[in-house]
Every structure is written in C-alpha cells, then in structure tokens.
C-alpha cells in the first residue's frame, strides 16, 4: 500500500537492574539468552533482521535516537557493515576529533547566513578533518502536506569521525523555522554526497513512523502493556501490531491520515 507503514519487528530495551537481577528475570520469564543491549545494537539487530529477509536493495535508515546517549557507537558500527542511515540526534551531542561524543550546540537565537561552529576543536587545516566545521544555508525543495513542493531553508555541515584508524564523513543538517531559527530536530547522515532536498525527504519517513505509533496507541493500546514478563509483552505487541495492518488493509481511508498531513506541513 503507498505510503503505509506496517510494524515487522520489535526489540524489547531491558535496562541492566532487570538483566542484571535473577529475581527480577525469574518473574519475570525473562530468557537467558537474552541481557542488557545499548540502543544502537538493537536498531542494528533490526537492521540485519530486515536485511535478511528480503532480496531488496538495501536502502537507508532512518531513526530517532535524539534520546540516546550512545549513537557514536551506531554510526561506527553502521559504516563498518555499510549500512545508510538518517538519524535524528540530539543537539548537544556531536563528535570529537576521537570519535567521542561532546558537547556543543547552536548558540541561542542562531540566525539565517551566522556562521556557527560545532563538533571538532583540533588543529587541522581549514576543510581537513579535524577542524572546525562551519554551517552553511541551503534551499531545498520539499513535498508538503498538500502534495506540492515547497521550498525550505536548511543548515548544513560536514564533519569527521575517527574510527579504528579511519576518517570517516557526515553530514549534520537541519531545517529553520520561519525566523531563521534552527529547529530542534537536528540530523546525521552518512550519505554525504546526496542533495539535501533527497535527505529532507527521507527525514519525513520519521513523521510517518511516529503517526503510526500514536495511532496504534491511540486504537489499538500499544503503550497499554500492564503486564509483567517478557513473552506477555511479545505477545501484546503482536496483536496490536496485526490489528492495525487489519485496519489498514481493509480501509482505504485511516484515522491517521489528517494527522500525518498536519505533521508533514509542520
């Protein structure tokens, strides 16, 4: 179905209090094999699982990980089994010449042609790894909610990662608002060499994603789990998840169609 998203697969985050405490595991039936997983390795489990399954062209990933602490580790991963990724990330957490995350960010009441430095603080000659990246303005064409382009104004930058004895690119971007102010939503890339028009839109799929989450919680009780053990909550996310392919399957219009509009014109 164009422009439908359908829920495949689903990783439980288990901190280390539960993996860590027998107790806890045993009421809670949680398998032996399974222990405490960082974000980033079970978006990359998830990565491979699709990969598996389908003779498909590999094509990007795009994630909200603006939440995470620890998106170093999937971007190195994530180049290293050369796998394209869009990742929202959050805005105070940008790479170090070691590959480390560290803090930098806009500086308040950023505007339109400010040049704004972040990420890498190293010696280095200007445009070489390693030295202080500089934003710069694009206008890139994107689909609103009506199905028209609009033209949008962005923020953009390259930077540099070592890993492992590699330098590796990426591009970090983000769309203004209305006063020249960049939004809140900042974005990593590894496709370094894609217009940016091509990367806005991928970031849209994001939008989607999360319409259909709110849906399926909205109608179908996604976030309602009261129970208390591991398979119980396989079991419920199943059902939800079959229920709302049902639904979208067998109506032509869905309740989060004028949502999705509303957040794509946002």
Request: net charge positive; proline share 7%.
């Amino acid at each position: 179905m164009p422009g439908a998203n359908f829920p495949v697969d689903w990783r439980l985050f288990l901190p280390p209090e539960w993996t860590d405490d027998p107790e806890l595991r045993r009421r809670a039936r949680i398998p032996q094999t399974e222990s405490f997983q960082p974000q980033w390795k079970h978006m990359l489990d998830l990565m491979d699982s699709m990969a598996r399954r389908t003779s498909s062209p590999a094509v990007p990933v795009v994630a909200d990980m603006s939440d995470a602490t620890d998106f170093s580790e999937l971007t190195s991963q994530s180049g290293s089994v050369r796998r394209d990724f869009v990742v929202a990330v959050h805005p105070q957490q940008l790479f170090s010449g070691a590959g480390r995350v560290r803090e930098r960010t806009f500086p308040a009441g950023a505007r339109i042609g400010q040049r704004v430095g972040v990420g890498v603080a190293t010696a280095g000659s200007p445009g070489a790894p390693g030295t202080q990246p500089r934003w710069s303005r694009h206008t890139a064409a994107v689909t609103g909610a009506d199905g028209r382009f609009r033209q949008a104004q962005t923020l953009s930058t390259l930077m540099w990662q070592q890993t492992g004895g590699e330098q590796r690119a990426y591009r970090l971007f983000t769309e203004l608002g209305p006063g020249g102010q960049p939004s809140s939503q900042l974005w990593l890339t590894n496709l370094v060499h894609h217009r940016l028009d091509e990367l806005l839109e991928l970031t849209r799929l994001h939008i989607s994603s999360t319409v259909t989450a709110d849906c399926m919680d909205g109608s179908y009780g996604l976030l309602d789990f009261a129970g208390r053990s591991f398979p119980a909550w396989h079991h419920h996310m199943t059902m939800a998840s079959a229920a709302y392919t049902h639904m979208r399957l067998a109506h032509a219009w869905h309740p989060m169609a004028p949502l999705l509009a509303g957040q794509r014109s946002a």
